[in-house]
């Protein structure tokens, strides 16, 4: 029973840089989460799909952010042109069809970003 | 957006004894859920609760819904416990969890 995986684990980029970080949910989990957390505080919600669709997407997520999950299954999270505000751990999450909505989410080992 | 209120902040420990943590929710969930963040960062479930009570070995958890809180309890704590208890609630309608600021637990030997 595999959970879900992140790659890389971490990452160390120089301000202006571009990044991308995958995150390969539960294999029959149609429901996948992008989370930020930084030093000291609890995870941000960042996006949410079902399926390939992006169904939500929080005011955190720049226009130099951007997420896709092309075929439903693996997604990839995309930071243009990096500031060192960016640094934070990334968290992926997903879900299955829960009861009444409210589906237990499972989360990755998280891909730990630093801008210099 | 729901508003989630965590206490205590800090809690130090000697190995043992027992404790309450509590989560305080501004708006109804029909998701919550209790982690571990691990030293690495890793989010480890412990209780998906959204009402009721459940136990797993040492550990147990309590929510009343219609009060809006749940509570966390640790029995008999080990040093292994030491780390960070975050607790998350999902709003009816709406597919995030929104976290707590967390609480950072020492159980000292």
């Known amino acids: 029973d595999t959970g879900v995986s992140q790659d890389p684990r971490h990452k160390i980029t120089k301000r202006g840089q571009n990044v991308t970080f995958r995150c390969d949910p539960i294999s029959e989990h149609n429901r996948l989460y992008w989370y930020r957390q930084t030093l000291g505080q609890g995870p941000e919600f960042l996006t949410y799909?079902?399926?390939?669709?992006?169904?939500?997407k929080s005011r955190l997520l720049s226009d130099r952010f951007s997420a896709e999950r092309p075929k439903g299954s693996f997604s990839t999270l995309e930071i243009q042109r990096t500031e060192q505000g960016d640094s934070a751990m990334y968290l992926c999450?997903?879900?299955?069809?829960?009861?009444?909505?409210?589906?237990?989410?499972?989360f990755g080992p998280g891909t730990r970003l630093t801008v210099l | 957006g729901i508003q989630v209120e965590q206490s205590p902040p800090d809690l130090i420990l000697q190995e043992g004894a027992n404790s309450t943590l509590r989560c305080n929710f501004s708006?109804?969930?029909?998701?919550l859920q209790w982690f571990h963040q691990n030293p690495w960062g890793q989010l480890i479930n412990l209780f998906y609760?959204?009402?009721g009570t459940k136990q797993n070995g040492r550990l147990s958890a309590t929510t009343v819904a219609t009060e809006r809180y749940s509570l966390l309890y640790i029995s008999s704590s080990q040093t292994t416990d030491s780390g960070v208890y975050f607790c998350?609630?999902?709003?009816?309608?709406?597919?995030?969890?929104?976290f707590g600021e967390g609480t950072q637990l020492t159980v000292n030997p």
């Open positions: 999450a997903s879900s299955g069809r829960g009861t009444s909505g409210g589906a237990k989410q499972f």
């Open positions: 998350a609630g999902k709003e009816t309608s709406g597919s995030r969890l929104t």
């Open positions: 609760i959204p009402s």
């Open positions: 708006d109804s969930v029909n998701n």
């Open positions: 799909f079902q399926n390939e669709a992006q169904l939500e």
